[in-house]
């Protein structure tokens, strides 16, 4: 009776330590495929909310581009898809930024104008636009969203009156080799318009063009404080910042540079 009683409880040792051997295989298996395999996916989920959000930024783009070709009163309807995250907007600086949650590391591709940012576990991708955005919507939540885009005003500022300065010497400008460059002003007061909105019309800028005999003088054009500190280098194309306004330049041309101010209107539904 006593062995058989040994037998018995010797089985059931063996049922038990079994079971409990494949419970602990499958439960290293549950925590191998959590700590090694998840985290992979959700990367791969994020990259594609990344490539997704990267998309609606530069269709936003693009379409407030489109807005500045058709001119004032036109108008344009999109629709917005954040999968995650969340989108935010800042109608002070007329920067539109997207941010994650992620830990993966995300490049918007070498053509692209988005500039990436990181913070610990939080990037952000953010596009810089060339034009005053006037919105209310200062955070957009994931989701479809119908975006009504409005080209509300726009203003134009030509820089035609130059004096050639002859043998000079200014440093953090456009370079000139003969030491000659034009010089001009952007003056609040003589445009009738406060430029950096700080609210009044007394501030000016120092404008230069380099030497008109020197080989692609006129593709550059530089912008300076009164003090002489350099603003922005800058090209057609190209947007300057002053104080909070956004200005772009439309032309640059022998002796003559325009500069372009356009608000637009973003209401989100």
Known sequence: MRHTWFRRNRRAIYVVSGTLLTTLVVTAG????????????QKGKDRNNLDVVRNVLRNLDSNIRGLLANGPNSSKILRLTIPKGMITTN?????????LQTKVKYDPGSTSTLEVERTDKLLTIRTDLPVDLVTRYTKIMPGQHV????????????VSNWTLHRNASFSGTVNSTTGSYYVSVLNESKVAFDLNRDGDRKDYWILYLSD???????????IHEPDGTL???LEEGDCVRLGDLPLMVYRVRERFVVLRYARIRMDVK
């Not at 549950?30 to 996916?41: A, R």
């Not at 109608?91 to 941010?99: I, L």
């Open 30 to 41: 549950s925590i191998l495929t959590y700590t090694l395999i998840n985290p992979q996916i």
């Open 147 to 158: 975006v009504a885009l409005t080209f509300e005003k726009e203003r134009w500022f030509a």
């Open 91 to 99: 109608p002070r600086t007329d920067v539109v930024a997207y941010s």
């Open 231 to 233: 603003v922005q280098v």
């Open 212 to 222: 008109p005999n020197e080989q692609y003088v006129f593709d550059t054009f530089a």
